[in-house]
T-cell receptor, first 114, second 113 residues
Framework: EPEVTQTPSHQVTQMGQEVILRCVPISNHLYFYWYRQILGQKVEFLVSFYNNEISEKSEIFDDQFSVERPDGSNFTLKIRSTKLEDSAMYFC????????????FGEGSRLTVL | AQKVTQAQTEISVVEKEDVTLDCVYETRDTTYYLFWYKQPPSGELVFLIRRNSFDEQNEISGRYSWNFQKSTSSFNFTITASQVVDSAVYFCALMYSGYALNFGKGTSLLVTP
């Protein structure tokens, strides 16, 4: 069964460092998303991406965050200068048809900022 | 406002009991989608169901069933004859005119033997 894969599964970084989280969406999917979940809290939407551009973003997704689809398979989330409060599980998701499609989530990348 | 409320923070049941997880949503849109996801202790998000706003038929899948009522803006989830493996956090979520899933805060279900 096709799946969304994320790397790394866990990353520890120092405050102020740049972090790149990587995702390989399901191959025929066109819509890509990043969500985050601070420990013990709900899952929060960060950004959606379609046709090589951001289609929607939340207020969490400030100038410290950026997304990119550098090639035909990867979808990355970059945090330029990490803060302690960026510590969370980051989930990538993809969908074939946007609003009407099922969202498939990856297993998440846990980011710990020290 | 577009939001999802899961009023039950934690539920504890004994194996084989039935349990219902409540979900109430708010949206101005007439076209929207409702979801349930399961998050086991391992942390991944497991898709359970998607329902569009025009389909109010209840759905049953094995021990799982869902009751969608637009009149009360609710999309409740029932597990029949619960099992220890059902222990997880369950999230209800709403997708409306944008592309974002708006999650509720989740209900933590503990099923004990």
């Amino acid at each position: 069964e096709p799946e969304v894969t994320q790397t790394p599964s866990h990353q520890v970084t120092q405050m102020g460092q740049e972090v790149i989280l990587r995702c390989v969406p399901i191959s025929n999917h066109l819509y890509f998303y990043w969500y985050r979940q601070i420990l013990g809290q709900k899952v929060e939407f960060l950004v959606s991406f379609y046709n090589n551009e951001i289609s929607e973003k939340s207020e969490i997704f400030d100038d410290q965050f950026s997304v990119e689809r550098p090639d035909g398979s990867n979808f990355t989330l970059k945090i330029r200068s990490t803060k302690l409060e960026d510590s969370a599980m980051y989930f990538c998701a993809s969908s074939d048809t946007g609003l009407t499609g099922e969202l498939f989530f990856g297993e998440g990348s846990r980011l710990t900022v020290l | 406002a577009q939001k999802v409320t899961q009023a039950q923070t934690e539920i504890s049941v004994v194996e084989k009991e039935d349990v219902t997880l409540d979900c109430v949503y708010e949206t101005r849109d007439t076209t929207y989608y409702l979801f349930w996801y399961k998050q086991p202790p391992s942390g991944e998000l497991v898709f359970l169901i998607r329902r569009n706003s025009f389909d109010e038929q209840n759905e049953i899948s094995g021990r799982y069933s869902w009751n969608f009522q637009k009149s009360t803006s609710s999309f409740n989830f029932t597990i029949t004859a619960s099992q220890v493996v059902d222990s997880a956090v369950y999230f209800c979520a709403l997708m409306y005119s944008g592309y974002a899933l708006n999650f509720g805060k989740g209900t933590s279900l503990l099923v004990t033997p």
